[in-house]
């Protein structure tokens, strides 16, 4: 039997053949949780890895994965950090306490597998061995991502940018 970690707090065994097991009460912390958990109960093997992109992506930016406005739309870190790589801006999206990045294509790497991780479709999410495989050898070629889940953030009684905190705003605004 393989131990299975969830939301970094709860953990669920499988049997040795299972893949996925359903859930009357579902608990955890919204924001790391996938949508096929957190809407139907369905946890799976691929729960795990949307809520490791979820924690790479917050590492990477220095931002938590919590509602922002950015450009007069509410999003979420998912949401901003979707927005930024379609608009081939990725690199916006690194946290400004490291210092600008040494490697650059290592972090666009890193934001485009975590972005294949916190894909809608728990089938669109690659393995844990696979996600450590496309973070190491550059050869593998990455397919592009879909729309992450839950990109908007909560509304919030705040409207703009400037009623954020300056931890919360989103780099260079």
């Known amino acids: 039997m393989n131990p299975k970690i969830s939301d970094f707090g709860m953990a669920r065994i499988f049997n040795?053949?299972?893949?996925?097991?359903?859930?009357?009460?579902?608990?955890?912390?919204?924001?790391?949780?996938?949508?096929?958990?957190?809407?139907?109960?369905?946890?799976?093997?691929?729960?795990?890895?949307?809520?490791?992109?979820?924690?790479?992506?917050?590492i990477v930016s220095g931002r938590r994965n919590s509602s922002f406005n950015h450009l007069g739309r509410t999003f979420n870190?998912?949401?901003?950090?979707?927005?930024?790589?379609?608009?081939?801006?990725?690199l916006d999206l690194e946290d400004p306490s490291v210092g600008s990045t040494s490697d650059i294509q290592q972090f666009l790497r890193t934001v485009h597998v975590t972005l294949l991780c916190v894909q809608e479709?728990?089938?669109?999410?690659?393995?844990?061995?696979?996600?450590?495989?496309?973070?190491?050898?550059?050869?593998?070629?990455?397919?592009?991502?879909?729309?992450?889940?839950?990109?908007?953030g909560r509304a919030e009684s705040r409207s703009t940018l400037n009623e954020i905190q300056p931890e919360e705003r989103p780099h260079g605004h």
């Open 77 to 90: 870190l998912l949401g901003y950090a979707w927005e930024l790589w379609q608009q081939g801006n990725a």
């Open 16 to 58: 040795p053949n299972e893949t996925q097991a359903m859930t009357n009460r579902v608990v955890g912390t919204y924001g790391y949780m996938a949508p096929e958990y957190a809407i139907e109960g369905t946890f799976s093997i691929k729960y795990d890895i949307y809520s490791f992109g979820v924690l790479i992506l917050e």
């Open 121 to 152: 479709d728990a089938m669109d999410r690659p393995t844990t061995s696979d996600m450590i495989s496309m973070l190491l050898n550059y050869n593998i070629s990455l397919h592009t991502p879909n729309k992450p889940a839950f990109v908007l």
